[in-house]
């Protein structure tokens, strides 16, 4: 019963930030000044008649609640709606779903082994060396912007070894998609390996471990079992934003490595004004960015049974 009531509570919260979210986003495309109609023609203005007949069928002369209310009916429908040339936006991202997901999920396994491999390591050596090489490591890497990352790779590892394409993705998985993933997993990598660091230590040095060492169980169980298990909670959390974070924020990476991805879309429709495509877009992310939270949420209360207690 408990179980039931914590997973309702998580889906009416989760359904509470999705209408307001996309709201906030819908009224920042559509509700603030400018007509995005009007840009259409370019230098050229349009035709007054061509003017209002696409303000009408994009429901754009209606107040902007409204305009809100009919794409939420026609989103429940599994419409993402159609940009100003009368493409479907769903089509669209159909094309480029796949070149971003492989980079992100590139991305994320990257961290997810590396990452949480780094961090136990230091948090099991705390102290000592190597723990300090890990520490200046992650420093190092957060501090270094994604572009100037990106484009030294490229010219590095690309252009000058030879070792990877330059750009585009025409060579497939891995081979074009591992160094802009490497390049993306990094600031992520560093987060992982100092969090799970932290959580390593702070497991060891709790009174049940102090237990279990006492019992004389054996070192692989209590750190493999034991200490990861309760050093997980606060990793799967970052990892599950971050998720949705590498999903929708290869905007860069996509762009220095040339890729044909949701990310290298988003910036190609902020340049053209094309509203239907950038919410399309941000509505498809905030899903799956809502989806892996729950999963998340629901992952939690299987590791850690006191959540779905409270």
Known sequence: MRTTWYIARRFGELAIVFFGVTFIIYAMVFGLPGDPIASLGGDRPLPESVVAQLRSEYHLDQPLWQQYLNYLANLFQGDLGRNFSGQAVADKLADRWPVTITLALTAWGIEVLVGVALGLWAGVRNG???DKLVLTGTILASSIPVFVLAVSAQLIFGVHLG???VAGASAGW???YLLPALCVAVFGLAAVARLMRGSVIDALNADYVRTLWAKGMRPRDVIGVHVMRNSALPV???LAIDLGYLLGGTVVIEGVFNLPGVGQLLFQSIRAHEGPTIIGISV?????????NLIVDLLHTVLDPRIRHE
């Open 128 to 130: 000592r060396w190597d």
């Open 163 to 165: 070792w990877f394409p």
């Open 174 to 176: 891995p081979v074009s």
């Open 236 to 238: 799967l959390t970052f």
């Open 284 to 292: 498809a992310l905030i899903i799956i960015f809502l989806i892996a």
